[in-house]
């Protein structure tokens, strides 16, 4: 399977005679249109939740992402936990940390300021698109972001730069938020409960990163399963209800 690496990746350009990775430009994209959708989404919606408070949990999410993402990343590579540094616990990140840390950093703040209405369903489409277009960063760096997959024969396999075919996770990922966008769009005007919109996609989206993680050369953190796959057993824990709930709803016959 080791092949004469032809592949473009991974794709740089140039500034002031050093290479970059397109990855940090579509991370700020990322950023920005997700903020901007968030706006444009919550227009036209009547809030129960004041704009102050909504600029707390805002900022609960942000804090509570940064710290999760570092740390669910470093436990992604245990080995380096003995010599962990401040320049490796910057540079280490991963969405789901993001996502979990988010998580609790809203219901952190949320319980500091008395709210105690669901507050995520607006985020939902916001962040799906923020994902992909981040996610179209990790993809262009190839084997230089530890992103990539496992040797493979199937048919989608491509040269991320090693001259390796390898199961192309992020395009898989990009595949399946489009499809979750989707998905989302159509139960835009279906009667669901505040705040199922939000687990829902927390649900379906660690369900994907578990499932994948196995065509990836992940490290063990404990009984054989990485980081990621026990920050996704602690989201299925955490939304057993609403998972119990909304499993008897699509069942036939229910």
């Not at 968030?38 to 704009?51: A, N, T, V």
């Not at 080995?79 to 990140?93: D, M, P």
């Not at 048919?155 to 192309?168: A, K, Q, V, W, Y």
Request: glycine letters at 8%; proline letters at 4%.
């Amino acid at each position: 399977m080791l092949l004469k690496s032809e592949s473009p990746f991974p794709f740089q350009f140039e500034l002031f005679g050093d290479q970059y990775h397109y990855h940090y430009i579509f991370e700020t994209l990322a950023f920005l249109t997700g903020v901007r959708l968030y706006y444009y989404y919550k227009r036209g919606i009547e809030d129960p939740i004041s704009d102050e408070n909504r600029l707390w949990i805002m900022l609960g999410a942000m804090l509570g992402a940064l710290i999760g993402s570092r740390v669910v990343a470093v436990l992604e590579t245990p080995e380096v936990i003995n010599h962990l540094t401040f320049s490796i616990l910057y540079q280490s990140k991963t969405i789901v940390g993001g996502l979990l840390g988010g998580l609790f950093g809203v219901e952190l703040i949320k319980k500091i300021i008395g709210v105690n209405i669901a507050s995520g369903d607006v985020y939902v489409v916001p962040i799906l698109v923020a994902l992909i277009i981040g996610r179209v960063g990790c993809f262009s760096m190839g084997i230089d972001e530890p992103t990539y997959g496992i040797p493979t024969r199937f048919f989608m396999g491509m040269d991320l730069g090693d001259g390796i075919l390898r199961h192309p996770i992020m395009l898989y990922e990009m595949i399946y938020l489009v499809l979750l966008i989707f998905l989302f769009n159509s139960l835009k005007h279906q009667e669901m409960i505040n705040g199922d919109r939000f687990k829902l996609f927390m649900v379906l989206y660690f369900l994907f990163r578990f499932l994948i993680e196995f065509i990836k050369p992940y490290h063990s953190l404990f009984l054989n399963l990485s980081s990621i796959h026990w920050s996704a057993l602690f989201i299925f824990i955490y939304y057993y209800k609403f998972i119990i709930r909304i499993s008897t709803q699509i069942l036939p016959g229910k």
